[in-house]
C-alpha cells in the first residue's frame, strides 16, 4: 500500500496522513525512511504515541542517544527529552527554548545526532490558530541551487563549530562598541573561556555528504558555525552569512504548524530548523523529543 502523502510547497515537510507508526509494517517503515531521506523533513500526523511507543518507533532507525542535560529528560525515559515552557511544582518540566536561532542540532560536538523525533503533546493556542511555529530549511536544495563557482569557492572547507561564539561575540561587540565598561568585558571574556573549556569547538565540513544518499548538504549554524578554517575571520564571518541567508530564502524553507499528534522527524545533515517561540505562559507547549545517533560528518 502506498502512502498517502501530501506534498508541501517547499523540497521538505512533506505530511504522511493514515498511518499508527506503533503498528507500522515493514513495507510502510520503508516507504517513511526513503521520504525522510530523500526530504530530510517528514510530518507523520494524528499520532497517539506513549513514550515507549516513540521511543521503538526511533529505535528502528538505530541507536538513541541521550539529552546531556538530564533535567529536561522524562523522569525514568532519559531518551525522552522534553521541549516545553511548563512549570510543574516551580521547576521546568523541559527546556522552553531550544532552539529560536537556525540551527542543526548540537553542531558543536564531534558527533552530531543523526536526526531527531519531535511529537506535540500540547500546542499553544490563541484565537483558534496555533502559535509555536518551526521553520525548517533544506540545505540539500540549498546546495544544489549555489552557482558553480560558489560551489567550487566553498566544496573543502572546513568551519569551527563553537558553543561559546555566542559569548564570544558579545563580547567582541562590546569592546568594539566601546561603551561597555572594561569590567564587564573582563566578565564577558571570563565567561567566554569557562564555556570554551567546557564544550571545547570542533571543526566540521562547510559542505557535508548525507551519509545515506551522498547529497551534499551546507552545514552552517548561526552563529555557533564561527568561522571557517584558515580563512581571515571577517572574510569567513561574511561567507558564513551569506551561505546562512541563501538556506533560509524562501523557496526552501518550510514552516510547520504544530497540530497534537504531529510526529516531525528532521535530519541534521540535510536541514536546519529554527523554532519561531511566539507564544508564553498561560499557552503551555509541551512536546516529546527522541534523538538519533549519528556519524562522524564528511
Ligand atoms: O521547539 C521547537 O520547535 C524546536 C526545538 C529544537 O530546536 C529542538 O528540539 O531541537
Ligand atoms: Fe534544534
Redesign the pocket.
Known amino acids: 500500500m502506498k502512502l498517502d502523502i501530501e506534498y508541501a510547497q517547499a523540497p521538505l515537510g512533506h505530511k504522511i496522513h493514515g498511518v499508527d507508526v506503533a503498528h507500522l509494517d515493514d513495507d510502510q517503515f520503508r516507504q517513511i525512511e526513503d521520504l525522510w531521506n530523500r526530504h530530510g523533513v517528514v510530518v507523520i500526523a494524528g499520532q497517539k504515541l506513549s513514550p515507549d511507543e516513540h521511543i521503538a518507533f526511533t529505535r528502528r532507525f538505530g541507536d538513541l542517544e541521550k539529552f546531556v542535560i538530564d533535567a529536561y529528560n522524562l523522569p525514568g525515559k532519559p531518551e525522552i527529552?522534553v521541549?516545553s515552557n511548563i512549570i510543574e511544582n516551580g521547576k521546568p518540566i523541559g527546556m522552553a527554548d531550544?532552539?529560536r536561532m537556525w540551527?542543526s542540532?548540537m553542531c558543536f560536538t564531534p558527533v552530531p545526532p543523526r536526526g531527531?523525533f519531535?511529537y506535540a503533546l500540547e500546542v499553544p493556542m490563541l484565537n483558534g490558530q496555533p502559535l509555536?511555529?518551526?521553520y525548517f530549511a533544506s540545505t540539500a536544495a540549498a546546495y544544489d541551487a549555489l552557482p558553480e563557482a560558489t560551489r567550487r569557492r566553498i566544496d573543502g572547507l572546513r568551519a569551527v563549530n563553537s558553543f561559546s561564539a555566542r559569548v564570544a561575540v558579545a563580547a567582541e561587540r562590546a569592546e568594539k562598541a566601546g561603551n561597555v565598561d572594561p569590567a564587564t568585558i573582563a566578565h564577558m571574556k571570563a565567561e567566554r573561556d569557562k564555556t570554551k573549556a567546557e564544550v571545547p569547538d570542533v571543526e566540521h565540513p562547510l559542505v557535508r555528504t548525507h551519509p545515506i544518499t551522498g547529497r551534499k548538504c551546507l552545514y552552517v549554524s548561526d552563529l555557533i558555525t564561527s568561522d571557517i578554517v584558515g580563512m581571515p575571520a571577517e572574510e569567513g564571518r561574511a561567507l558564513l552569512k551569506t551561505l546562512l541567508e541563501h538556506v533560509t530564502r524562501p523557496q526552501f524553507v518550510y514552516r510547520h504548524r504544530w497540530q497534537v499528534g504531529d510526529l516531525v522527524m528532521w535530519d541534521n545533515c540535510s536541514s536546519m530548523?529554527?523554532?519561531?517561540?511566539d507564544f508564553q505562559l498561560p499557552l503551555r507547549?509541551r512536546?516529546h523529543?527522541t534523538t538519533l545517533k549519528g556519524t562522524p560528518p564528511f
Not at 530548523?273 to 517561540?277: D, E, I, K
Open positions: 527529552f521541549v531550544a532552539g540551527h542540532d531527531s519531535l509555536g511555529d518551526t530548523h529554527q523554532a519561531v517561540g507547549r512536546m523529543r
